[in-house]
Structures are given as C-alpha cells and as structure tokens.
C-alpha cells in the first residue's frame, strides 16, 4: 500500500520556541504511525535543524523545506539550494505551492529546475498542483491540471518520478474555510493518478501519494482521507493546532 502523509505546512508562522512547543505536544501524544503511515512536517528555513531534532526521535516522521532555490549555487541572495537542504539530512522539500506560483511568479520552467535541483539532491519532492476558483467554475480544471503536469513534472521519467507525493491544492479553498466535497477531491485524485498512469504505467501511478490540501481540519479529514485515491493531506491553518493536527493523523488510512 502507498504511504499515506499527514503533511503540515507551517508557512510563515511560529516563533522557534512555539514551533519546538507544538512539536513537543505531538510527539507526546498517545499514537503510533504504522508502516504505511508517515507525518511530516515543512517548517521554516531557520528552524529546519532544531525541529529535525524532535522528528527524529520518532519512526515515520520527518521534516521538509517549504521551498528551495531554483539554481545550483551562487549569487542568489535570500535563496537555500536543494545541495544546502541534502547537506542537513532534510529529506522532503514542498515545490510549486500556489502561494509561491501566485506571490513570487514561479513560473513552469523554474518548478522544473527545482524538481531538477532536488532529485540530484536526493530530496524527495511534495509537488502541489490546484486550480483557482474560475476555473473550477468553468469546469476546466481537469484541463487546467493536466497541463500544469505537462509542463513541470512529466519531463521527468519513470524512475524518477515513482518517489514522488504529489498535492493536490485547489486554490478556492486554501484559507478560505471552503472545503471540496469528498467526491471533488476523489475526482482530481483519481484524474491526476490516471495522468501518472498513462505516462509513466499503472505501477508507478499506484505508487505516488496524492495529498489533498485545502482547509483540511480535524472534522473533515478522515472523511476525504477515506477517498480510495486520497492518501493523506497537506494541511496548512489546522497544523499550528497541536490537538487538530493530531486528529488528522491519526485520520490516516491505516
């Protein structure tokens, strides 16, 4: 079975001793991953070290960069590279988060650089995919979807993809309390798979993790984690909230 991912994605939020106090709180609590079961957690570039710390303590959870820099080395002020991020033993790195797309102009051809820059680096990529609202109102997304995995992730070959998680964000609903219903997101899970499949075979689409995220909380989550094509979340607001990410962790198929 594939692993199924509780992701946090932290964003710009936390002080370093509120971080390590949520981390202390999960990690306290009374639940064990199974084998196919995994959390993770994208924190902060200067908290990546001292968060590492705790995830280590524990099987199955591990820590991720929110971002990394499109080129190798050199004069990119304010930029961490992939080599940086190997360099520490940080195993998974978030790349194409529509935040980073809507706010920063990340373009096609720079998500496919960072793809790049993190396979030589031997990080393992959470590559976020979403619509935004008009064209779910258009009921083009299954389109607008497909190309954004043409142009980005489907240079890749078969052995380098089969590692991937992919997250599906549909963007109308990041931060705004909407939610997709349980078949939407089974929908473009089941739509994203069948793409993986007829580029790369059916093996290696069973074998990718595909996340929903968007307003994922501890109410909702074992039922769009239930979706046959749903395995798991990247979850953003609810993360910061020790009893809620817990719940949605312990949601997870087992």
């Not at 990690?27 to 995830?55: D, G, R």
């Amino acid at each position: 079975m594939r692993k199924q991912i509780a992701a946090a994605n932290w964003k710009m939020n936390l002080t370093l001793d509120a971080g390590e106090k949520l981390m202390t709180e999960i990690m306290s609590s009374s639940f064990a991953l199974s084998e196919n079961q995994c959390a993770v957690f994208a924190v902060p570039f200067p908290y990546l070290i001292n968060i590492k710390k705790h995830s280590d303590k524990e099987n199955n959870f591990f820590i991720a960069a929110q971002n990394c820099g499109a080129e190798k080395s050199g004069a990119y002020t304010g930029e961490v590279s992939a080599e940086m991020l190997n360099s520490i033993d940080i195993p998974y790195v978030l790349i194409g988060h529509s935040e980073r797309r809507e706010y920063y102009g990340e373009t096609k051809d720079i998500l496919s650089k960072k793809l790049d820059l993190a396979l030589e680096n031997n990080l393992k990529p959470i590559f976020c995919c979403g619509e935004p609202l008009q064209i779910r109102e258009a009921e083009t997304q299954n389109n607008y979807i497909e190309t954004q995995l043409q142009q980005s992730l489907f240079h890749l070959d078969a052995t380098e993809i089969k590692d991937f998680v992919i997250a599906y964000e549909p963007i109308w609903a990041i931060g705004t309390g909407r939610t997709a219903s349980t078949a939407q997101a089974q929908d473009m899970h089941a739509h994203i798979r069948k793409l993986i499949a007829e580029k790369y075979g059916k093996e290696v689409a069973e074998s990718i993790s595909i996340l929903y995220g968007g307003s994922v909380k501890a109410a909702n989550a074992a039922e769009i984690f239930s979706q046959p094509d749903v395995d798991g979340g990247l979850v953003g607001g609810a993360s910061l909230v020790a009893e809620e990410f817990t719940t949605i962790i312990k949601s997870l198929k087992k």
